[in-house]
C-alpha cells in the first residue's frame, strides 16, 4: 500500500469522525478542499468539488448548525442524524480514499467511515439525551457548541494534516470509552441503592 494511500485512508476518517458530530460541516469542507484542489477526490466523485455543491453544502451547513440550538428540536434531529452519519461517513470515505480497489475502498467506507462516524455520532445523541434529562436542555447549547467546533477542528485537520487527524479519532474513541464507562459505572450504583 503506498503512502498516498494510507493518507487517503487517515484522511477519510478523520472526515467521518467529524461527520459524527456534524453531519453536513465535514462535506461541506470537503466539498471546498476539491473545489480548491486541497485534496483529490475520486474521479466519480468530483461533482462534490462542483459550485452548486458547495452552496447547497454550506446551506446545509449553516441549517444544521442553527438547529441544534433549538430546544427539544436538537433531540428530534439526532434520530435522523445517527443514519445520515453512517451515510456520509461512507460517502467521505469513499471520496477520499486513493489508489485501492473498489472492493476493499468500499469495506474500508462502511466499516471504518460509516462504524466511526455512526458510533460517533450515537454518542454524542446519547450525551444530549442525558443533557436534556438532567438540564431540562439547559445544557444542550454547551454540548452543540463543542460538537460543532470538534466537526470543525477535525475537518481541518482531516485535510491539512490528516496524520495528526488519525491520533484525533484514537483520543476521541478514547474519550468515549471513558464516558461509556462511567455513565455504566454510576448507573450500577443507582440500581443497586
Request: hydrophobic share 55%; charged share 10%; no cysteine.
Amino acid at each position: 500500500m503506498s503512502p498516498e494511500s494510507i493518507i487517503s485512508i487517515f484522511l477519510g476518517i478523520g472526515l467521518a469522525a467529524s461527520v459524527g458530530f456534524r453531519v453536513f460541516l465535514p462535506l461541506f469542507a470537503l466539498s471546498l478542499a476539491g473545489y480548491y484542489n486541497i485534496i483529490p477526490l475520486n474521479e466519480s466523485w468530483s461533482w462534490v468539488a462542483s459550485s452548486s455543491a458547495i452552496i447547497t453544502l454550506g446551506i446545509a451547513t449553516v441549517l444544521e448548525i442553527f438547529a441544534y440550538y433549538i430546544p427539544w428540536f436538537d433531540n428530534l434531529l439526532d434520530t435522523i442524524a445517527i443514519p445520515l452519519a453512517a451515510i456520509a461517513g461512507t460517502a467521505v470515505m469513499v471520496s477520499t480514499v486513493a489508489d485501492l480497489s473498489p472492493v476493499i475502498t468500499w469495506a474500508l467506507a462502511i466499516i471504518a467511515g460509516g462504524g466511526t462516524a455512526s458510533a460517533i455520532k450515537g454518542t454524542t445523541a446519547s450525551t444530549r439525551l442525558a443533557s436534556t434529562a438532567s438540564t431540562a436542555g439547559v445544557a444542550n447549547p454547551v454540548i452543540s457548541t463543542i460538537e460543532t467546533g470538534t466537526a470543525m477542528v477535525m475537518s481541518a485537520f482531516s485535510i491539512f494534516i490528516p496524520i495528526v487527524a488519525i491520533f484525533l479519532v484514537v483520543l476521541i474513541f478514547f474519550i468515549i470509552r471513558k464516558i461509556y464507562k462511567s455513565l455504566f459505572s454510576s448507573a450500577k450504583k443507582n440500581t443497586s441503592n
